[in-house]
C-alpha cells in the first residue's frame, strides 16, 4: 500500500518560487521512481520530471530544465520538487506519482501507477 500527499501549492508571482513536497507512507520505496506530473486548465497531464529513489538520478522535460529541480529525502520518506523563475505557463494542479523501476520508461513519464491527490500552483503575471 503506497500512499502519496502533496503540499506546498500556492500563488506565487511570476519570477517567483515554490517548493512542493511529496509524502510517501511506504515499507520501502528502493527500487521505485517518483515522478511529478502537471495538469493545466484545459490541458492533459503532462509530465515533468522524475526521480530514482535508489541512485538519485533525474530526469526534466526540456520546459522546466534549469529551472525545476527534483529531489528525495529517504530518512524522511519525502519527494521534493523545488521550482524558480516560475511562469504563467506553470500554472496547473501539480501531482505525485511512483512507479517500480521495471524498465527505463520511468524516466519519460509512463505506466505509474501510485498517485497523489495533487497541489495547486497559480503563477500570475
Known amino acids: 500500500q503506497v500512499q502519496l500527499v502533496e503540499s506546498g501549492g500556492g500563488l506565487v508571482q511570476t519570477g517567483g518560487s515554490l517548493r512542493l513536497s511529496c509524502a510517501a507512507s511506504?515499507?520501502?520505496?528502493?527500487?521505485?521512481?517518483m515522478g511529478w506530473f502537471r495538469q493545466g486548465p484545459g490541458k492533459e497531464r503532462a509530465f515533468v520530471g522524475s526521480?530514482?529513489?535508489?541512485?538519485?538520478?533525474?530526469y526534466y522535460v526540456d520546459s522546466v530544465k534549469g529551472r525545476f529541480t527534483i529531489s528525495r529525502d529517504r530518512a524522511q520518506n519525502t519527494v521534493s520538487l523545488q521550482m524558480n523563475s516560475l511562469k504563467p505557463e506553470d500554472t496547473a494542479v501539480y501531482y505525485c506519482?511512483?512507479?517500480?523501476?521495471?524498465?527505463?520508461?520511468?524516466?519519460?513519464?509512463?505506466?505509474?501507477?501510485?498517485w497523489g491527490q495533487g497541489t495547486q500552483v497559480t503563477v500570475s503575471s
Open positions: 526521480i530514482s529513489w535508489s541512485t538519485g538520478r533525474t
Open positions: 511506504g515499507p520501502s520505496f528502493v527500487g521505485y521512481a
Open positions: 506519482a511512483s512507479r517500480i523501476i521495471s524498465d527505463s520508461t520511468w524516466q519519460e513519464g509512463r505506466q505509474y501507477t501510485n
